[in-house]
């Protein structure tokens, strides 16, 4: 690990006031190889988030209180971003060792919940280590490589993958010069339109201390832009690999990230597979639908647990 992001002045171990993160040591990883936690939920099967690119495990927190009645539920940031520790590279393999490190210190199979990258993080360490899922939910991503610039579609108003230009946005963003959030909101604009998107994005700009300190980003960006073109593809299974728990695959209607020549390629690795399509959401189908989708998650735990 390159060591984790510095803590902010004025908590302790880098947690806030309200936000319960906890940098778990693992009895197989280095001291420095941990990932930030925060778990609702005090009785109950065990389901974890793993959040996509440029997101933090809190991008969950209304789907977690709409399970913490019946389960304990964890939410993980992924490394390079929120509060784990900075990496030497991106890279599926690598993540799913780290967060399998985090499973195994529970002691029993878990419901694994994985978005867009976190979702192929997810579906990496289903086919390496299942004997550590009771079931997966890969939500609006597909195990296949996504191309750079779009093309999914005969849709010729198909937008073309926006993260690179997000990064070089973010990491543009002079930052010294910064007085309010609303500063980093209207840099941003022009390069990324969607307020939603912007307001996603700008929960990983934190201040140092109060008043007058610097603002940073917790994410990686410089090696995330370096390495977003491994994040586009998906590592490919141990030979004759399957994963064949039951798995949940719910896709945005209006998103691209899900098509029907995927479904050949999710069967053949994932042969329990139900698909779900959520109307009127795009690929960020928990904030877009959050009730109808942690209705669709409840309704599939309640099938397999």
């Known amino acids: 690990m390159v060591g984790p992001p510095p803590v902010v002045p004025g908590t302790v171990g880098g947690r806030g006031p309200g936000i319960w993160w906890n940098r778990r040591v693992t009895a197989d990883a280095p001291s420095d190889e941990r990932l930030a936690s925060r778990t609702v939920g005090e009785a109950g099967p065990r389901v974890v988030f793993v959040h996509g690119l440029f997101g933090q495990g809190k991008n969950w927190t209304t789907a977690a209180k709409g399970l913490a009645d019946r389960h304990r539920v964890t939410l993980l940031d992924l490394p390079n971003h929120g509060h784990s520790p900075w990496t030497e590279r991106v890279d599926y393999g690598d993540m799913a060792e780290l967060v399998a490190a985090e499973l195994e210190s529970f002691g029993e199979p878990v419901t694994l919940v994985g978005h867009s990258m976190g979702g192929k993080v997810a579906m990496t360490l289903a086919l390496r280590r299942p004997e550590l899922l009771r079931a997966l939910v890969v939500v609006d991503i597909a195990p296949v490589e996504y191309p750079l610039t779009g093309g999914r579609t005969d849709d010729p108003h198909e937008e073309a993958s926006p993260f690179a230009a997000f990064i070089a946005a973010m990491r543009a963003v002079d930052l010294g010069a910064l007085r309010t959030r609303e500063d980093a909101d209207r840099a941003l604009r022009e390069a990324v339109p969607s307020t939603m998107v912007r307001s996603f994005l700008l929960q990983s700009l934190v201040r140092e201390g109060v008043g007058s300190g610097r603002w940073r980003w917790r994410l990686n ?79 599939f735990l309640d099938a397999v647990e």
């Open 221 to 299: 960006l410089e090696t995330l832009e370096r390495d977003l073109g491994e994040l586009r593809g998906f590592p490919d299974p141990p030979p004759g690999a399957t994963f064949d728990g039951p798995v949940l695959w719910i896709a945005g209607a209006k998103s691209h990230y899900v098509l029907p020549e995927d479904r050949a390629r999710m069967d053949e690795l994932f042969p329990s597979t139900r698909l779900v399509k959520v109307k009127h959401a795009g690929h960020w189908v928990h904030s877009e639908q959050p009730e109808v989708f942690v209705e669709t998650l409840r309704q």
